[in-house]
């Protein structure tokens, strides 16, 4: 389960943030994960409630944003939506795609209560 790790990282990031800021507190942390990440939300949320106990972001509120994936036919120029990384052009079937959204997993913002 990586989704532990994850979230043990997203926790030792927004630590350091909090740090550099001289914050007391994290009010609140948004997170940004594609469809294409890898990631399964179920398991990070299992993962996040056990993560962060006894962690600055324990009473921190908390916002997942999924991603859809997307990607682009290097054949034919078509931007299309994917589910999976090996997804076929709808229009050509050419399996030479560029995925240009939904592999994300990123601290979008992080919301800090000064000392």
């Known amino acids: 389960m990586h989704e532990l790790s994850i979230v043990l990282s997203?926790?030792?990031a927004a630590a350091?943030?909090?740090?550099?800021?001289?914050a007391e507190r994290i009010d609140a942390i948004e997170l940004e994960?594609?469809?294409?990440?890898?990631?399964?939300?179920?398991?990070?949320?299992?993962?996040?409630?056990?993560?962060?106990?006894?962690?600055?972001?324990a009473q921190a509120e908390k916002k997942f944003t999924f991603i859809p994936g997307k990607a682009e036919c290097s054949d034919c120029g078509l931007s299309f939506p994917v589910t999976t990384l090996y997804d076929p052009c709808p229009i050509c079937n050419s399996y030479f795609i560029q995925v240009t959204e939904g592999r994300e997993l990123k601290i979008k913002s992080i919301t800090l209560e000064a000392v």
Do not use: H
């Open 16 to 22: 350091q943030v909090a740090q550099e800021n001289q």
């Open 33 to 57: 994960i594609g469809a294409l990440s890898g990631v399964e939300l179920d398991a990070l949320e299992f993962a996040w409630s056990e993560g962060i106990k006894r962690s600055i972001l």
């Open 10 to 12: 997203v926790v030792d």
